[in-house]
């Protein structure tokens, strides 16, 4: 079986994990304050803060730059639906963006007039934050976003969940903005089972965020107090220290990520596929290689996928089109055609098996699978 995806787990990440373990000290410590450590550097960015998953990370990102009851938070329509969930958690509304065809991004050209016909009304006190997406690891246009955020005076928070180590103009994901929310998932280039990271430049922010993580307790003061009613978002240190082995390899695992997506770039390069669009600039950590079909072939993707899977080749959908699962749609009432973009990328989009382990001879094998199993 050519399995989607198979986490780069070694002999290091398993001692750095059993010497925690052997130690009997399991909770947040010097570990966890490693990773973040590791994690910031990355990001650029002056702090870190591990939580358990990045749907906690939004979620207390979402709470500590003031999201209520209420509130608006404008978001993209093609995601995970921990994005939208997160701001529904903190009783907020998302406002979706359709993407971009080629990016499967939120659309700057979209957002900007979305966010105009927003602050214009009485709706303006409410709209709270923006909250774009860096979809499978290629980052989000942040520079237009920003600069359509900027004067509004709305936060950003990056779901940068996927993108650790991508890099836009040499910046890296996570650090553009207000917050940025990694996840450790083992979907994503590297993991700590589950794991999850809020990164900001905003010491005070920080500050609230320790004490949402850690049952509202004032993570600068010297005696113990309870400061807000928070959560227990924390990760365990045999996770932190998996973290701080894992991160050690993330340049080799994006480097054998983008090598693989290149030779997928040239063996889809006279077919039929669309390969993932970078645009100038961007350097993707190819969370996910997600080509697009022909609209054509959307009717047959989900045959296709059960074909190829009964042949040893794991493919799936690209993600969800939010506003059109259930909770979203019967809400809110949306309907096809709302977000044309994101309907055609939702129906079109297939994901092909990426990972360290896979060969040329494999990657050969899934490209003539796939045409097989479509044509
Ligand atoms: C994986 C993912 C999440 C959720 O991350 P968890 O760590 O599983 O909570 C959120 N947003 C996006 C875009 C993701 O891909």
């Not at 016909?117 to 774009?132: F, Q, T």
């Not at 959560?231 to 996770?239: E, H, L």
């Amino acid at each position: 079986m050519i399995r989607l995806t198979v986490p780069s787990i070694e002999a290091d990440d398993l001692a750095a994990v059993r010497e925690v373990l052997a130690s009997g000290y399991l909770v947040q410590g010097s570990h966890v304050k490693r990773f973040e450590a590791a994690v910031a550097e990355r990001a650029a960015t002056s702090q870190a803060i591990a939580v358990s998953n990045c749907t906690a990370a939004l979620h207390v990102a979402l709470l500590a730059v003031g999201v209520q009851p209420g509130d608006l938070v404008v978001t993209s329509a093609y995601s995970f639906p921990a994005t939208a969930n997160a701001i529904e958690l903190c009783g907020a509304t998302p406002v979706f963006v359709d993407i971009e065809i080629e990016s499967f991004n939120i659309d700057p050209e979209k957002l900007a007039p979305v966010l105009d016909e927003l602050m214009r009304g009485d709706r303006r006190a409410r709209v709270k934050a923006i909250l774009p997406v860096h979809a499978f690891g290629h980052l989000a246009d942040m520079a237009r976003i920003l600069a359509i955020a900027k004067p509004h005076g709305v936060p950003v928070i990056e779901d940068a969940a996927c993108a650790l180590g991508a890099v836009q103009t040499g910046r890296p994901a996570g650090g553009w903005a207000t917050a940025g929310c990694f996840s450790f998932h083992p979907r994503k280039a590297v993991t700590t089972g589950e794991g999850g990271m809020v990164v900001t430049n905003d010491a005070a922010l920080a500050a609230r965020l320790r004490a949402l993580r850690n049952h509202g307790i004032d993570s600068e003061a010297q005696t113990t107090d309870f400061i807000l009613p928070g959560f227990n978002y924390r990760i365990t240190d045999f996770q932190g220290a998996m973290g701080v082995s894992q991160l050690a390899k993330l340049d080799r695992i994006v480097a054998a990520r983008r090598e693989r997506a290149a030779i997928y770039d040239r063996m889809l390069s006279d077919g039929d596929f669309r390969p993932p669009v970078v645009k100038a600039g961007h350097e993707p950590v190819y969370q996910s290689y997600v080509a697009l079909l022909p609209s054509e072939w959307a009717e047959r993707r989900p045959r296709a996928i059960r074909a190829l899977l009964e042949r040893g080749v794991e493919t799936t959908i690209g993600t969800w089109h939010v506003p059109m699962t259930r909770y979203y749609r019967e809400r809110y009432g949306y309907k096809t055609g709302d977000f044309p973009v994101t309907d055609a990328v939702f129906a079109r989009a297939l994901t092909l098996p990426l990972h360290e382990t896979l060969s040329i001879a494999d990657q050969e094998r899934v490209v003539s699978e796939i045409r097989g199993a479509f044509n």
